[in-house]
């Protein structure tokens, strides 16, 4: 059962605040007009646009460890990072769960050895500007990747490569 925390008002739009049982359907319908943002208290939250009753869920920075090993995978609905200290050649697998817009930040780790290599599976696509992903040498050295779902072309669409930190 839902149970409203408390509600403010932006221009004409209240935003209610509640918390939320996802057993039980997500809480109950937002009053028309009203956007209702609620927590499950696991830091998963859900918000519904004005008048609507679909509710969408979104974790608002969520950090996820992945498990290392041969392929790595990933819930795209889990969180918004991910990190993994890689300790060979890896392949991290299709995020499973993905939502149109949903952006993930993959933080990636070298082992103490250093030299390791990441091949993406076959739902990323790289663009003309970051054309390879190649992840940092050094051993202990931290890369960031950063990716966007495109549900248009059914690809997680890579936007930015950090290396090095």
Not at 23 to 49: E, H, R
């Amino acid at each position: 059962m839902a149970v409203i925390l408390d509600t403010i008002t932006v221009g004409n739009t209240p935003i209610i605040n509640t918390d939320v049982d996802p057993s039980l359907g997500l809480g109950t319908p937002a009053p028309i007009g009203a956007i209702v943002i609620a927590n499950d208290g696991s830091g998963t939250f859900y918000k519904s646009s004005a008048g609507d009753t679909d509710w969408i869920k979104n974790t608002i920075t969520k950090i996820v460890t992945l498990t290392d090993g041969p392929t790595i995978s990933i819930d795209g609905s889990a969180g918004s990072q991910y990190n993994v200290v890689i300790a060979g050649n890896r392949t991290l697998l299709n995020p499973t769960n993905p939502i149109d817009g949903k952006k993930i930040i993959i933080k990636v780790t070298q082992d103490g050895v250093g030299g390791r290599t990441l091949t993406l599976d076959t739902a990323y696509k790289l663009g003309t500007d970051i054309s390879a992903l190649n992840l940092s040498n050094t051993p202990n050295a931290t890369d960031y990747i950063g990716f966007v779902y495109d549900i248009a072309l059914g690809k997680w669409c890579l936007l930015a490569l950090m290396r090095g930190f």
